[in-house]
């Protein structure tokens, strides 16, 4: 008898989705979800099963060419970009280089998420994306608390106050800090709350720790097995977990508005 080793159509459709997030690395993961989903629901009912999946995969990568083709000004490296991408390099590149490698993808989702930010805020997006790690670095290491450390020294460097800000509470830092006694230190820096905070978050939380895109829901499970449960991060999660998909959602719609009015 002959018996099929095909994987099930959701496995072949998910597999299908994390090659094209792979693939478009121009492209917010968010949106190629969402364009999976909408075109799995389009032609899910199609006669011959295994059709599925390619109707999808044509239909997403439709998509994607009208994304990628709509015209966003590229931006050019400014002062305040070209410092804080030197400054993650030194820092960064050598000493850390996944961390490195991660720094750069979070860097290119910014610039890919800014078309929601007004203009004046494009730059402070792209280099607060750049300097949000940098408190890893060895040279940096005080408090022991990354975004606290990286926030002092651009603090020290004289660097805009809301970058800053961005850095010191980027991806639910205040919630590791209440954790670790160091919401004292945290609060010497301001928490502005807005699109230009949340898409730091979403560009963070949709990257991963080799650079690649990833959805935030595969982040955050990442996050979990790599850092396990006594993690500080991964504890801190059970209360801002919300809050950093709350950010990412709020992105992810301005994205779609922006893309659907072009
Ligand atoms: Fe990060």
Redesign the pocket.
């Known amino acids: 008898m002959l018996t099929t080793a095909l994987p099930r159509l959701d496995e072949r459709i998910q597999r299908l989705e994390s090659r094209l997030v792979r693939e478009h690395d121009g492209v917010p993961p968010s949106l190629v979800h969402e364009w999976v989903a909408r075109a799995h629901a389009r032609f899910g009912d199609a006669r011959v099963r295994d059709f599925v999946p390619l109707l999808v995969e044509r239909a997403v990568r439709l998509s994607v060419r009208s994304f990628v083709s709509s015209d966003v000004p590229e931006m050019c490296g400014t002062w305040l970009s070209d410092w804080a991408r030197n400054t993650a390099r030194r820092l960064l590149a050598d000493e850390l280089p996944r961390r490195w490698a ?2 750069a993808g ?1 860097a290119r989702r910014a610039q890919q998420v800014a078309r929601v930010l007004p203009v004046e805020e494009r730059e402070l997006l792209v280099a607060a994306a750049w300097v ?2 940098i408190g890893y670095a060895a040279e940096l290491v005080d408090t022991g608390l990354h975004s606290l450390d990286g926030a002092r020294y651009l603090q020290r460097a004289g660097l805009d106050r809301r970058v800053c800000g961005l850095v010191a509470h ?2 639910g830092a205040s919630a590791v800090a209440e954790l670790t006694g160091q919401a004292a230190g945290l609060a010497e820096f301001g928490d502005e709350r807005g699109r230009l905070r949340d898409a730091l978050w979403y560009a ?1 939380m949709t ?1 991963s720790p080799d650079g690649h895109p990833t959805t935030v829901e595969e982040r955050l499970a990442e996050i979990r097995r790599r850092r396990g449960p006594e993690d500080p991060v991964v504890r801190a999660l059970a209360i801002n977990v919300e809050e950093r998909l709350a950010a990412v959602r709020r992105i992810h719609r301005l994205l779609r508005r922006t893309y659907a009015t072009r």
Request: aromatic letters at 0%; zero cysteines; a negative charge.
């Open positions: 991660h720094t979070v949000h790690d980027h991806s963070d990257t």
